[in-house]
Nanobody
């Protein structure tokens, strides 16, 4: 089970931090991904990381602005979003896939088997 938190309404240029809290399993062998879906659009990949944090991937549209990392408490996989733009407005979902020792980060939603309910991010101009 995955639970997202941290969404909200912010102004363009500001920051927001989303958290994804997995439960009920040993996530050390998992990859956690963040996806988003804007109204009327397909769900798209944003970022992903192995639970260990040693391998990550980002969509081109968020590179340099978003950072995915595990929290210091090692209980959540967070998405730090800086320099937010109105086009970042969407419902953000976290997802998990059992990746084992693979260092290849999957970016297609079909590769992820567990999904959270989503948290809404709205960026006003």
């Amino acid at each position: 089970q995955l639970v997202e938190s941290g969404g909200g309404l912010v102004q363009a240029g500001t920051s927001l931090r989303l958290s994804c809290a997995p439960s009920g399993d040993a996530f050390s062998m998992y990859t956690i991904g963040w996806f988003r879906q804007a109204p009327g659009k397909e769900r798209e990949f944003v970022a992903a990381s192995r639970w260990s944090g040693d391998y990550t991937a980002y969509a081109e549209s968020v590179k340099g602005r978003f950072t995915i990392s595990r929290s210091n408490a090692k209980t959540t996989m967070d998405l730090q979003m800086n320099s937010l733009r109105p086009e970042d407005s969407a419902v953000y979902f976290c997802a998990a896939r059992r990746s084992g020792f693979s260092t290849i980060i999957r970016t297609f939603e079909r590769d992820y088997s567990s999904w959270g309910q989503g948290t809404r991010v709205t960026v006003s101009s």
